[in-house]
């Protein structure tokens, strides 16, 4: 009976976390909404020096950092099926690129601390369509330049994907640490002709990337673009929508309508059920 029992309980509880997150996936859309109407409609930036430093002149800020007046809660942040704990949060650990908010003190260790939680969010931002960051073609390795799209593009709002379950790092066995990723790789960015279908990107412009999707290393961590599927044994992945509500999608179907070859070099090869896009 213990036998049978177990595997039931188990399926039940991963559920009740699945909904956990949705729940808290919605609020974390909808603190975005927000934001946007405060912001004539365009989505939060994310201002990357790659200091990891919140302090002028090499100020640093994340998406959830722009969203947290409405939001006021990092437990929200983190996905109920990820293991990271709090302090993994805070500070993954020497080499994992994070300033350590313990070295810190007063307002500057807060504002790390949060920034760091806003960097390991479970909720990865689509932001190579809701705003790639640019590279001056005179100066490929920085500073960045910033972009946020305006909700008035977005041409399908009700399947075009906002954020995603996301992992921070994995280990040499695979296994998740460190939290989630406030960002992610779409699958695939250029078009049947070769160009680029991002918001406000030319055709060759350099941008910050984390190397797309990478199919045939299955143990990296951005074998899916830094997109994770925590649920299922591995296969559903949560989604946010720009038009506020949020479910759970396979992570076969979260590439659909593109052909998934490592590092972009597949294309997209039907607009219409590709969901990463804000343009189409």
């Known amino acids: 009976m213990a036998a049978i029992l177990f595997p039931v309980f188990a399926q039940a509880k991963a559920a009740a976390k699945k909904a956990v997150e949705i729940s808290n996936n919605k609020q974390l859309d909808l603190g975005a ?6 912001n004539d409609d365009y989505f939060m930036l994310s201002t990357w020096n790659s200091t990891y430093d919140t302090a002028l002149p090499t100020l640093d800020s994340i998406y959830l950092d722009e969203a947290y007046p409405y939001i006021k809660n990092r437990g929200i942040m983190q996905d109920p099926m990820d293991p990271a704990s709090v302090q993994q949060r805070e500070f993954p650990g020497p080499g994992q690129g994070l300033t350590d908010p313990s070295t810190l003190t007063g307002t500057l260790q807060e504002e790390v601390s949060l920034f760091n939680w806003c960097a390991t969010a479970d909720w990865g931002v689509n932001f190579q369509y809701m705003g790639p960051t640019l590279y001056e073609p005179s100066n490929p390795v920085g500073p960045a330049v910033p972009t946020a799209i305006s909700s008035t593009q977005v041409v399908r709002p009700g399947d075009a994907y906002m954020a995603l379950s996301s992992v921070w790092n994995r280990d040499a066995a695979g296994n998740p640490f460190g939290g ?94 590709y969901n990463w896009s804000t343009t189409f």
């Open 33 to 38: 909404l927000q934001y946007e109407t405060d």
């Open 180 to 273: 989630g990723n406030a960002g992610v790789d779409a699958p695939c960015i250029l078009d049947g002709n070769g160009n680029d279908t991002r918001p406000g990107v030319s055709n060759g412009q350099i941008t910050y990337w984390y190397g797309g999707w990478n199919p045939t290393t299955p143990l990296a961590w951005n074998v899916f673009g830094g997109v994770w599927p925590w649920y299922n044994s591995g296969h559903t992945v949560v989604i946010s929508y720009n038009d506020g509500h949020v479910k759970a999608l396979d992570i076969t179907q979260v590439a659909a309508g593109c052909n998934v070859l490592d590092g972009w070099a597949g294309e997209i090869t039907n607009e219409s059920i």
